[in-house]
């Protein structure tokens, strides 16, 4: 990525960027999620793979958490504000094991293997 790119979405160096990110952040609390819940294993099989690997009990706050927004969003809800303080929407548990999933799959095509999963269209 080229440096303007990188100045231009860094939130310490664009009011905009920290702006949005303030949104994304309300908004992530409100439901008591995090940013890395909201990748989809069923859309990335790079993020299933991270979320196989991951220990059991992160993989349960992750279900829990989701289970608990979607809960809040049908009955019209938010979170109690006590609870929404102590909310952290931008505490990565998934980014780590997400790049050495890349990067194994990456090396994996540098060497000619096959590709451990495909998707396939029934």
């Known amino acids: 990525m080229s440096s303007f790119l990188?100045?231009?979405l860094d939130p310490k160096k664009n009011w905009l960027a920290a702006q949005h990110?303030?949104?994304i952040s309300n908004?992530?609390?409100r439901y008591g999620l995090r940013y890395d819940d909201l990748y989809d294993?069923?859309?990335?099989?790079?993020v299933k793979e991270a979320l196989n690997r991951l220990p059991r009990e992160i993989v349960n706050a992750r279900n829990q958490r989701l289970k608990r927004a979607m809960d809040l969003s049908m009955k019209h809800e938010y979170l109690p504000e006590g609870?929404?303080?102590v909310?952290?929407?931008?505490?990565?548990y998934l980014q780590e094991m997400l790049a050495l999933v890349k990067r194994e799959n990456a090396e994996r095509e540098a060497l000619?293997?096959?590709p451990l999963?495909?998707?396939t269209i029934p």
């Open 41 to 46: 294993p069923y859309y990335d099989l790079d």
């Open 83 to 85: 609870l929404q303080a």
């Open 112 to 114: 000619g293997a096959l």
């Open 6 to 8: 990188r100045t231009l």
């Open 87 to 92: 909310q952290t929407p931008f505490r990565s």
């Open 21 to 23: 990110m303030k949104s």
């Open 27 to 29: 908004r992530l609390r």
């Open 117 to 119: 999963y495909q998707r």
